[in-house]
């Protein structure tokens, strides 16, 4: 789809790689920009229509979806990283992931998704993760939340598919934020990931790998896992 011309709305807007779609997408030609945060007042991008938005909250959700009918390209990239662990993590952050994720991402495609339809059906970009792949201690709730968004993304890409809806997953490694600010090897710059996220999005792919690392994890699923993680035997 050609981004000139259409209307987005951004979940997330207010950091990070949320600001970064926001801010190209206006460069590239959208003639609006809906720029949502839980903290709108947060949201800095000149020329932006700015709404209040949680995702998990469904009149929240169903407040924006009223206000934003005219949507044409919806770009999913509101998250969080509570880093805990599945066993030993709070229980509550824990779901927490999973209601952000998963329900939360469900929730803004079912509210939006007759906006899409009715505008020509238009695209959906979901801000996944090379975690949808692969567990890391210390963020294994976030990785389990992003792998069920994963799925979430191939499936309403077939629910979609008949009102001709795109669905793209955006997949990446560690990029320049404050969610990535505990991690301290290679970062990629959010700009170049939005980038490259759009320039996917116009050319119809429905899955984009922002990175290297993506690229490798993505690759490694076809062969053994033990090639994968690093394996300790138990001690005698």
Do not use: C
């Amino acid at each position: 789809m050609e981004i000139a011309g259409t209307v987005a709305l951004v979940t997330g807007a207010n950091r990070g790689i949320g600001r970064q779609f926001a801010r190209q997408l206006l460069e590239r030609g959208a003639t609006k920009v809906y720029a949502t945060a839980r903290r709108p007042e947060l949201v800095d991008v000149p020329d932006v229509e700015v709404l209040p938005l949680d995702i998990t909250d469904q009149a929240s959700v169903a407040a924006a979806a009223q206000a934003a009918g005219d949507v044409s390209l919806l770009v999913n990239n509101a998250g969080i990283n509570t880093f805990h662990n599945l066993l030993t993590g709070d229980p509550t952050a824990v779901r927490l992931e999973m209601e952000t994720h998963f329900f939360g991402t469900l929730n803004v495609v079912r509210a939006f998704a007759p906006a899409l339809a009715a505008n020509g059906g238009g695209a959906i970009l979901n801000v996944l993760s090379a975690l949808s792949w692969f567990s890391y201690t210390g963020a294994n709730a976030y990785a389990a939340a992003k792998a069920a968004e994963w799925s979430l993304t191939n499936g309403i890409r077939l629910e979609l598919a008949g009102q001709g809806t795109l669905v793209t997953g955006l997949h990446l490694g560690a990029a320049e934020t404050d969610m990535s600010s505990r991690y301290h090897g290679e970062k990629t710059d959010p700009a170049e990931v939005v980038r490259i996220a759009l320039d996917g999005v116009e050319a119809g792919e429905i899955e984009v790998l922002a990175d290297e690392w993506s690229r490798h994890v993505k690759a490694s699923l076809a062969a053994d896992p033990g090639a994968f993680y690093t394996l300790t035997a138990p001690a005698a």
